[in-house]
C-alpha cells in the first residue's frame, strides 16, 4: 500500500485501492455517485467475493459430502475450508464448533429450539437487553411464551451504555440463559460482553452473544468472550447473503438434538429411526448455501488481509469525523455514546423535528443511501422516546468526503423543508 | 447530471412533499382525541414505525366528528390530517367509497382521476416513491377498521 493514495480521514487503511476493488460503488444513484452508508443493513461485496461465487458456478459447481466424483471433491474441499477459515477468524477451537445457517436470525433460532425448549421450562427466566434486535428478542419471547418462562431486561442507560450496576440483580436461582448484542444495531454501543458473560458464567447460566455487528467491524475472539453460543452473518462482513454462522462450544451442541431433520445430518437412518451425523454436520440438515459459504471464505480472506485491527481504526476515525461534522450542525440528536472508542461505526441521529424517513428520502436524491426507521428495535426505540432515527453506519470503503456529501444532504433536507 | 435529469429528480421531490403536505404536517387538522369515541383504531406500518391512532363519532349514518393522533413521517401525518379534512361530515357509505378511492389511487389504479380527489391529489405524488406508498395509506386503512368497529354491518 503506497502512503500517497491513502485516504485523507486517516491512515489505517489505504481506502482508495479497497474502493477499487467494489464495482457497485462506481455506480451513480439519480445521477450522483453512490454514498453507501447503510453498512449495519448490509455491507457491499468486493470483486474477489463475487468471483469466488462465479468461480464455483462456473468450474466446480456440485452437491457436497457424498459425490465420488471431481467436482464434488473440489466442492467439499472449497465448503469446508471456508468453515475452518471461519473457525481461524474468530478463534474458535475446532471446526465442530462452526455451524452453518441462513443468517444469525436462523443462528438463534436454532439455538432457541435445539438448546432453549430442552433446557428452559415454567418458572425459568431469560436475561436480555433493551437494545436487542428483534432476532435476538423474538426467538425468546416466543420460548418464554410457550414455556410459562419469563425474560428480564438490562436497562439502557440515556448514553445508550447498558446499564450493569444492578446486573447481579437480575439473576436468579431459576436464571437459564442470558443473551445479549456484542454491538447494538440501533445504537453502535459496544457492550462489555466478556464482563456479563463472566457474571452469568459464574452462576452457571447458559450466554448467547448476537455478534452481527461486531464480527465485521472489529477483532473478535469468541473464545476470549467465553460465550456458550455466537452468531453472526456473512452479508454484512463483505460476503454474500444467506450464510450466517452460529459458534457454539461443541459440548453443548453435542447434548443437543438436531434442530432440522433430513439428508446430511443422519449418520444412519432405518425406517424405524436414525441416528445423527458428527459435529458441525448434525446442524447442517439438507443441502447447504454451497456457493454462497465458499465466497464467505473469499470475504474473511479479503478482511484477514485488512487486517481486523485496521478495520476497526479505520471505522473509528470515520465514525469520529461523522460525529463532529453532525455536532457541527444546528439541531442534530445525536444516540449512542460519545466516545467513539465505545461504539462501533454507527452513528443514529434525528435532526430538528424532521421524520429519519423524511431525511432518508432526501438523502436518497442525493445519492446517500442511510437508514432510517426503528432498526428492528422496536422497544429500544421505546426507550429513547422516539419512533425512529436516521442511521449512517460505516464500513472499510467509507470516506471523509462521503461523511461530508452526508453532512450536504443533511442541510439540503433542511432547506427543502423550511 | 444533466440538468434536465437534475430537474426532473426536484420535480419529483417537490411532488411528493407538495406544499399542501407539507402545510398539513406543520399545520395538523383534526389532531388530537375525541371526548366520547364510538370506535377507535391504531394503525401501525412495521416497516417505517408510523403509528396512527383514528377516533370516530357516528352521528347516525354520518361520520359525526373524527380526530386522530400519531407519530410519523410527514407523509403518513399530512395524509391523516388531509384524510380528515376529506371525510369530515360524510356519510359512512360515502366515506368508505373514498376510502376506496384513494387507496385504488395510491396502488396507479387508472380508473381513477386523482383531479376528482380535490387536495387528496396532492398526494398522488407519492406513487413515485413506492416505499412510501404505505405511510400515505395507513391512515386510511385505520379509518376504515375504526369504521367497521363503530359500525359493525
Given at each position: 500500500m503506497s502512503q500517497d493514495t491513502r485516504d485523507k480521514v486517516g491512515s489505517a487503511l489505504d481506502v482508495n485501492a479497497i474502493r477499487g476493488d467494489f464495482p457497485i460503488l462506481k455506480r451513480e444513484v439519480y445521477g450522483k455517485p453512490l454514498v453507501y452508508l447503510d453498512n449495519a443493513a448490509t455491507s457491499q461485496k468486493p470483486r474477489q467475493v463475487i468471483d469466488a461465487l462465479v468461480r464455483y458456478y462456473e468450474s466446480y459447481n456440485a452437491n457436497i459430502h457424498r459425490a465420488v466424483h471431481a467436482l464434488g471433491e473440489e466442492a467439499t474441499a472449497a465448503y469446508e475450508e471456508a468453515r475452518e477459515k471461519v473457525a481461524r477468524f474468530i478463534g474458535a477451537p475446532s471446526i465442530e464448533s462452526i455451524i452453518f445457517t441462513r443468517n444469525t436470525t436462523e443462528a438463534i433460532n436454532l439455538v432457541a429450539y435445539a438448546w432453549g425448549r430442552a433446557n428452559v421450562g415454567e418458572g425459568d427466566e431469560i436475561i436480555l437487553t433493551q437494545m436487542e434486535h428483534h432476532s435476538n428478542l423474538i426467538p425468546w419471547q416466543q420460548l418464554a411464551a410457550e414455556k410459562g418462562a419469563t425474560i428480564r431486561y438490562i436497562e439502557i442507560k440515556p448514553?445508550?451504555?447498558?446499564?450493569?450496576?444492578?446486573?447481579?440483580?437480575?439473576?436468579?436461582?431459576?436464571?437459564?440463559?442470558?443473551?445479549?448484542?456484542?454491538?447494538?444495531?440501533?445504537?453502535?454501543?459496544?457492550?462489555?460482553?466478556?464482563?456479563?458473560?463472566?457474571?452469568?458464567?459464574?452462576?452457571?447460566?447458559?450466554?448467547?452473544?448476537?455478534?452481527?455487528?461486531?464480527?465485521?467491524?472489529?477483532?473478535?475472539?469468541?473464545?476470549?468472550?467465553?460465550?456458550?453460543?455466537?452468531?453472526?452473518?456473512?452479508h454484512k462482513m463483505l460476503g454474500p447473503t444467506g450464510v450466517g454462522v452460529l459458534y457454539a462450544r461443541p459440548e453443548l451442541l453435542e447434548e443437543m438434538a438436531p434442530f432440522l431433520g433430513g439428508g446430511e445430518m443422519i449418520r444412519k437412518v432405518t425406517l424405524e429411526g436414525a441416528t445423527w451425523n458428527d459435529l458441525p454436520w448434525k446442524f447442517e440438515a439438507g443441502t447447504p448455501n454451497i456457493a454462497d459459504v465458499i465466497a464467505f471464505g473469499?470475504?474473511?480472506?479479503?478482511?484477514?488481509?485488512?487486517?481486523?485491527?485496521?478495520?476497526?481504526?479505520?471505522?473509528?476515525?470515520?465514525?469520529?469525523?461523522?460525529?463532529?461534522?453532525?455536532?457541527?450542525?444546528?439541531?442534530?440528536?445525536?444516540?449512542?455514546?460519545?466516545?467513539?472508542?465505545?461504539?462501533?461505526?454507527v452513528v443514529s441521529f434525528n435532526f430538528g423535528d424532521l421524520h429519519p424517513h423524511d431525511v432518508g428520502t432526501i438523502l436518497d436524491r442525493h445519492g446517500v443511501a442511510i437508514r432510517a426507521g426503528h432498526h428492528c428495535t422496536q422497544p429500544l426505540m421505546r426507550c429513547l422516546g422516539v419512533t425512529g432515527t436516521a442511521r449512517a453506519s460505516f464500513y472499510i470503503y467509507n470516506t471523509q468526503d462521503e461523511v461530508d456529501a452526508l453532512i450536504e444532504g443533511l442541510k439540503a433536507a433542511r432547506d427543502f423543508f423550511e | 447530471m444533466s440538468s434536465e435529469e437534475f430537474r426532473r429528480q426536484e420535480s419529483e421531490l417537490d411532488d411528493l412533499y407538495r406544499d399542501i403536505i407539507i402545510d398539513h404536517y406543520r399545520h395538523p387538522r383534526h389532531r388530537g382525541h375525541l371526548t366520547a369515541p364510538s370506535a377507535s383504531h391504531e394503525g401501525l406500518n412495521p416497516l417505517c414505525g408510523d403509528e396512527v391512532t383514528v377516533e370516530v363519532v357516528l352521528d347516525g349514518t354520518a361520520l359525526g366528528e373524527i380526530g386522530y393522533t400519531g407519530s410519523g413521517c410527514s407523509i403518513s401525518q399530512s395524509s391523516a390530517s388531509m384524510m380528515t379534512e376529506a371525510v369530515a361530515g360524510k356519510s359512512v357509505a360515502e366515506t368508505h367509497k373514498l376510502i376506496a378511492d384513494f387507496t385504488a389511487m395510491m396502488r396507479g389504479d387508472e380508473s381513477i382521476d386523482p383531479d376528482d380527489l380535490g387536495d387528496l391529489e396532492a398526494l398522488s405524488g407519492v406513487r413515485k416513491f413506492p416505499v412510501r406508498i404505505k405511510c400515505a395509506t395507513l391512515a386510511w386503512h385505520t379509518l376504515a377498521e375504526a369504521l367497521k368497529e363503530a359500525a359493525p354491518d
Amino acid at each position: 500500500m503506497s502512503q500517497d493514495t491513502r485516504d485523507k480521514v486517516g491512515s489505517a487503511l489505504d481506502v482508495n485501492a479497497i474502493r477499487g476493488d467494489f464495482p457497485i460503488l462506481k455506480r451513480e444513484v439519480y445521477g450522483k455517485p453512490l454514498v453507501y452508508l447503510d453498512n449495519a443493513a448490509t455491507s457491499q461485496k468486493p470483486r474477489q467475493v463475487i468471483d469466488a461465487l462465479v468461480r464455483y458456478y462456473e468450474s466446480y459447481n456440485a452437491n457436497i459430502h457424498r459425490a465420488v466424483h471431481a467436482l464434488g471433491e473440489e466442492a467439499t474441499a472449497a465448503y469446508e475450508e471456508a468453515r475452518e477459515k471461519v473457525a481461524r477468524f474468530i478463534g474458535a477451537p475446532s471446526i465442530e464448533s462452526i455451524i452453518f445457517t441462513r443468517n444469525t436470525t436462523e443462528a438463534i433460532n436454532l439455538v432457541a429450539y435445539a438448546w432453549g425448549r430442552a433446557n428452559v421450562g415454567e418458572g425459568d427466566e431469560i436475561i436480555l437487553t433493551q437494545m436487542e434486535h428483534h432476532s435476538n428478542l423474538i426467538p425468546w419471547q416466543q420460548l418464554a411464551a410457550e414455556k410459562g418462562a419469563t425474560i428480564r431486561y438490562i436497562e439502557i442507560k440515556p448514553n445508550g451504555t447498558l446499564e450493569l450496576g444492578n446486573l447481579s440483580e437480575l439473576f436468579s436461582e431459576r436464571t437459564k440463559l442470558l443473551a445479549l448484542p456484542h454491538v447494538s444495531n440501533s445504537l453502535g454501543t459496544i457492550n462489555p460482553a466478556e464482563e456479563i458473560v463472566a457474571e452469568a458464567r459464574k452462576r452457571g447460566v447458559t450466554t448467547l452473544i448476537d455478534g452481527a455487528q461486531a464480527v465485521p467491524h472489529m477483532p473478535v475472539d469468541v473464545q476470549a468472550v467465553g460465550a456458550d453460543f455466537y452468531a453472526f452473518s456473512a452479508h454484512k462482513m463483505l460476503g454474500p447473503t444467506g450464510v450466517g454462522v452460529l459458534y457454539a462450544r461443541p459440548e453443548l451442541l453435542e447434548e443437543m438434538a438436531p434442530f432440522l431433520g433430513g439428508g446430511e445430518m443422519i449418520r444412519k437412518v432405518t425406517l424405524e429411526g436414525a441416528t445423527w451425523n458428527d459435529l458441525p454436520w448434525k446442524f447442517e440438515a439438507g443441502t447447504p448455501n454451497i456457493a454462497d459459504v465458499i465466497a464467505f471464505g473469499s470475504a474473511i480472506d479479503y478482511l484477514d488481509a485488512l487486517g481486523m485491527d485496521n478495520v476497526r481504526r479505520h471505522e473509528v476515525e470515520v465514525t469520529t469525523y461523522a460525529m463532529e461534522r453532525l455536532r457541527g450542525l444546528d439541531d442534530v440528536t445525536l444516540y449512542g455514546p460519545d466516545d467513539p472508542d465505545q461504539r462501533g461505526g454507527v452513528v443514529s441521529f434525528n435532526f430538528g423535528d424532521l421524520h429519519p424517513h423524511d431525511v432518508g428520502t432526501i438523502l436518497d436524491r442525493h445519492g446517500v443511501a442511510i437508514r432510517a426507521g426503528h432498526h428492528c428495535t422496536q422497544p429500544l426505540m421505546r426507550c429513547l422516546g422516539v419512533t425512529g432515527t436516521a442511521r449512517a453506519s460505516f464500513y472499510i470503503y467509507n470516506t471523509q468526503d462521503e461523511v461530508d456529501a452526508l453532512i450536504e444532504g443533511l442541510k439540503a433536507a433542511r432547506d427543502f423543508f423550511e | 447530471m444533466s440538468s434536465e435529469e437534475f430537474r426532473r429528480q426536484e420535480s419529483e421531490l417537490d411532488d411528493l412533499y407538495r406544499d399542501i403536505i407539507i402545510d398539513h404536517y406543520r399545520h395538523p387538522r383534526h389532531r388530537g382525541h375525541l371526548t366520547a369515541p364510538s370506535a377507535s383504531h391504531e394503525g401501525l406500518n412495521p416497516l417505517c414505525g408510523d403509528e396512527v391512532t383514528v377516533e370516530v363519532v357516528l352521528d347516525g349514518t354520518a361520520l359525526g366528528e373524527i380526530g386522530y393522533t400519531g407519530s410519523g413521517c410527514s407523509i403518513s401525518q399530512s395524509s391523516a390530517s388531509m384524510m380528515t379534512e376529506a371525510v369530515a361530515g360524510k356519510s359512512v357509505a360515502e366515506t368508505h367509497k373514498l376510502i376506496a378511492d384513494f387507496t385504488a389511487m395510491m396502488r396507479g389504479d387508472e380508473s381513477i382521476d386523482p383531479d376528482d380527489l380535490g387536495d387528496l391529489e396532492a398526494l398522488s405524488g407519492v406513487r413515485k416513491f413506492p416505499v412510501r406508498i404505505k405511510c400515505a395509506t395507513l391512515a386510511w386503512h385505520t379509518l376504515a377498521e375504526a369504521l367497521k368497529e363503530a359500525a359493525p354491518d
